[in-house]
């Protein structure tokens, strides 16, 4: 038997310190499922393991990409599946941890299949972007496909203006005359490995004055100046990320630093309930506040292994 641990939560919770703490206990690998951590030029805003976490256990994953190449959800999927099917050849545990909600499911239950979409169609569409903007993608999905409108709208807003998702939504509507989600949560992947899910958690109070506090931090170690090194590139889908967003807002004169940086930390509070609130539908995920001994996570971990006789 094969095992996925599997650790999800809001940002600034401590999953990376207990993935180390899991890899080491069950000397595996782990495995990144942060959609920002992926790119090497978004390091400081990112929150990147420094390179001492990075070197008390093997990761994967984490500034393997450039912010220049086009790498969706799919890309990571079958470059993880891959890389897993690798790890457990020789090893019947490794770690996933992440606050990327949709990467994380793409691991677990495999990614949504769809038509393929005549390429007209997607001509059609990108020409419509380019002479309408974003807003007639939202307004051509908010018609074709109204639930999953207001459903994205609710749990994560930002897709909203992400043009390359959107477009992908609205081609699929028109291409297949049906929703884009109804092809949602379809035929799933079968998976070799069992997945032991492990969620952290705080008070909301808590959680806030840690994100506050990591803010700060990113600040004094110098996310300033990454942005303004990335700030020519801001248009590029990767950089549509907090933390970055608000201080292109303010090299473009329309904030002081002090507010865009207490905006980071608004911008940062909100994305972290969006993170729970997707993660709490997680189906057999097991709880702990993130000041939990280490011990009594590893015991629960070691409550739910099979061990081959």
Same mark, same amino acid.
């Given at each position: 038997?094969?095992?996925?641990?599997?650790?999800?939560?809001?940002?600034?919770?401590?999953?990376?310190?207990?993935?180390?703490? *899991?890899?080491?206990?069950?000397?595996?690998?782990?495995?990144?499922?942060?959609? &920002?951590?992926?790119?090497? /030029?978004? &390091?400081?805003?990112?929150?990147?393991?420094?390179?001492?976490? *990075?070197?008390?256990?093997?990761?994967?994953?984490?500034?393997?990409?450039?912010?220049?190449?086009?790498?969706?959800?799919?890309?990571?999927?079958?470059?993880?599946?891959?890389?897993?099917?690798?790890?457990?050849?020789?090893?019947?545990?490794?770690?996933?941890?992440?606050?990327?909600?949709?990467?994380?499911?793409?691991?677990?239950?495999?990614?949504?299949?769809?038509?393929?979409?005549?390429?007209?169609? &997607?001509?059609?569409?990108? /020409?419509?972007?380019?002479?309408?903007?974003?807003?007639?993608?939202?307004?051509?999905?908010?018609?074709?496909?109204?639930?999953?409108?207001?459903?994205?709208?609710?749990? =994560?807003?930002?897709?909203?203006?992400?043009?390359?998702?959107?477009?992908?939504?609205?081609?699929?509507?028109?291409?297949?005359?049906?929703?884009?989600?109804?092809?949602?949560?379809?035929?799933?992947?079968?998976?070799?490995?069992?997945?032991?899910?492990?969620?952290?958690?705080?008070?909301?109070?808590?959680?806030?004055?840690?994100?506050?506090?990591?803010?700060?931090?990113?600040?004094?170690?110098?996310?300033?100046?990454?942005?303004?090194? !990335?700030?020519?590139?801001?248009?590029?889908?990767?950089?549509?990320?907090?933390?970055?967003?608000?201080?292109?807002?303010?090299?473009?004169?329309? $904030?002081?630093?002090?507010?865009?940086? /207490?905006?980071?930390?608004?911008?940062?509070?909100?994305?972290?309930?969006?993170? !729970?609130?997707?993660?709490? &539908?997680? /189906?057999?995920?097991?709880?702990?506040?993130?000041?939990?001994?280490?011990?009594?996570?590893? =015991?629960?971990?070691? $409550? =739910?292994?099979?061990?081959?006789?």
């Amino acid at each position: 038997m094969k095992y996925l641990i599997t650790i999800i939560g809001p940002t600034a919770i401590g999953k990376t310190s207990l993935s180390i703490a *899991l890899a080491q206990e069950f000397q595996c690998e782990i495995i990144s499922c942060d959609s &920002r951590q992926f790119f090497k /030029e978004m &390091r400081i805003g990112t929150a990147v393991p420094t390179d001492l976490e *990075l070197a008390a256990a093997p990761h994967h994953f984490i500034q393997n990409k450039s912010i220049f190449e086009n790498y969706s959800v799919g890309d990571f999927e079958k470059e993880a599946i891959a890389k897993l099917n690798e790890l457990f050849k020789t090893n019947d545990f490794a770690i996933l941890v992440g606050g990327s909600g949709l990467y994380v499911d793409a691991i677990l239950k495999g990614f949504d299949s769809f038509p393929d979409i005549d390429t007209s169609v &997607r001509e059609k569409v990108n /020409e419509n972007y380019e002479q309408h903007g974003i807003s007639y993608l939202q307004d051509q999905l908010a018609l074709l496909d109204s639930n999953y409108f207001k459903k994205i709208s609710l749990e =994560n807003p930002q897709t909203l203006q992400n043009p390359q998702r959107m477009m992908r939504f609205v081609e699929v509507c028109i291409g297949t005359g049906k929703p884009y989600s109804s092809f949602l949560n379809q035929a799933k992947n079968n998976r070799n490995f069992t997945p032991i899910i492990i969620g952290l958690e705080a008070e909301r109070s808590v959680m806030y004055d840690r994100i506050n506090q990591r803010v700060d931090i990113m600040i004094n170690d110098g996310l300033l100046a990454e942005a303004e090194k !990335l700030y020519p590139h801001k248009e590029l889908n990767a950089l549509q990320t907090v933390g970055y967003r608000e201080l292109f807002a303010h090299f473009d004169g329309e $904030s002081t630093l002090d507010f865009a940086i /207490e905006e980071i930390k608004k911008n940062t509070r909100r994305f972290s309930k969006r993170q !729970l609130t997707w993660f709490k &539908r997680t /189906e057999n995920a097991q709880w702990f506040d993130f000041e939990t001994d280490r011990k009594t996570i590893i =015991n629960y971990i070691q $409550s =739910n292994i099979i061990y081959n006789s």
